[in-house]
């Protein structure tokens, strides 16, 4: 049953029966990979609607209409659906390949990829703990991770790989080796870690250093895929876990254990038969 504040259009943070809203699967254009992060991307924004805003603010066309269309659905002007679609209808132009319409599937790691790789991506930096010079690095701080033939034990130990130059480095104003550890002004406030059914623990906390420290992103969700269908669980602002699968009934579900802390991490890469495809880490 629909609660009368859910007719409205509104996005209740906390509602009485323990749901949070969700989309609801076309089942004439296939849209679980879009309605398992959009979902997830959904309840993370609506618990900070501003900062998010503020923080997806240049990830690109994909993410400002995704993010627009929340905003309406917030008050109660536009549907959820209706905003996946339009989504939609603009990956599909930018390519219809990897983001098909009819009953063709899509795949999660190639929408993360194109919601959140930031087109404003910050470049990192070496720095050296002598003489304070910093060593620029020709690559970008992204914010989807594939996970490569070498499976890391963890997503922390993985991260933390994506973020250490390989070669050895020697600073330009003392000539002393420096750390490999990149650095960067702004770490990313969200990442998404595609990780494919590798055998991947995963961390409830990953970090990664900025100027001078480092800064912790939380566990906020995962993709699940089995039988040609993604569901997810994302876990709240409160640390409860909400499960959602569009083509049952569009809305989410507190989990059975409802607390992340009561999951072993066998029992997050797994859920109801679908392995963990993809894993998001955010601010709280
Ligand atoms: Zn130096």
């Known amino acids: 049953m629909q609660s009368s504040k859910k007719t409205k259009g509104n996005l209740p943070l906390d509602t009485v029966d323990g749901q949070r809203q969700g989309l609801k699967w076309d089942c004439v254009n296939y849209s679980c990979a879009y309605d398992a992060l959009f979902t997830m991307l959904l309840n993370i924004w609506c618990e900070s609607p501003m900062t998010w805003n503020k923080t997806f603010r240049g990830f690109g066309p994909f993410m400002d209409c995704l993010i627009e269309g929340f905003q309406r659905a917030y008050r109660g002007t536009g549907s959820l659906e209706n905003t996946r679609d339009r989504v939609r209808v603009q990956l599909n132009s930018s390519n219809a390949t990897l983001f098909p319409q009819g009953r063709?599937?899509?795949?999660?790691?190639?929408?993360?990829?194109?919601?959140?790789?930031?087109?404003?991506?910050?470049?990192?930096?070496?720095?050296?703990?002598?003489?304070?010079?910093?060593?620029?690095?020709?690559?970008?701080?992204?914010?989807?991770?594939?996970?490569?033939?070498?499976?890391?034990?963890?997503?922390?130990?993985?991260?933390?790989?994506?973020?250490?130059?390989?070669?050895?480095?020697?600073?330009?104003?003392?000539?002393?080796?420096?750390?490999?550890?990149?650095?960067?002004?702004?770490?990313p406030k969200i990442i998404a870690m595609n990780i494919s059914d590798q055998p991947v623990r995963i961390s409830p906390v990953v970090k990664i250093m900025g100027k001078a420290r480092s800064s912790s992103l939380y566990f906020r969700g995962i993709v699940y895929?089995?039988?040609?269908?993604?569901?997810?669980?994302?876990?709240?602002?409160?640390?409860?876990?909400?499960?959602?699968n569009g083509i049952k009934d569009g809305s989410t579900h507190l989990s059975d254990k409802s607390c992340l802390n009561k999951y072993s991490t066998a029992e997050l890469s797994i859920c109801n038969g679908c392995k963990a495809s993809l894993v998001v880490y955010a601010k709280v």
Not at 225 to 237: M, W
Request: hydrophobic residues 35%; charged residues 10%; glycine residues 4%.
């Open 104 to 187: 063709l599937g899509a795949s999660v790691g190639d929408l993360a990829l194109a919601m959140l790789d930031a087109t404003n991506a910050p470049s990192p930096w070496l720095l050296c703990n002598i003489c304070n010079t910093r060593l620029p690095i020709q690559s970008t701080v992204r914010h989807v991770f594939d996970v490569g033939s070498n499976t890391p034990v963890s997503t922390t130990e993985w991260l933390m790989k994506c973020h250490q130059n390989r070669t050895p480095a020697v600073c330009t104003g003392c000539l002393s080796p420096v750390s490999n550890q990149w650095h960067c002004d702004a770490p």
């Open 225 to 244: 895929y089995g039988d040609f269908h993604f569901t997810s669980q994302f876990v709240s602002r409160e640390n409860k876990m909400f499960f959602h």
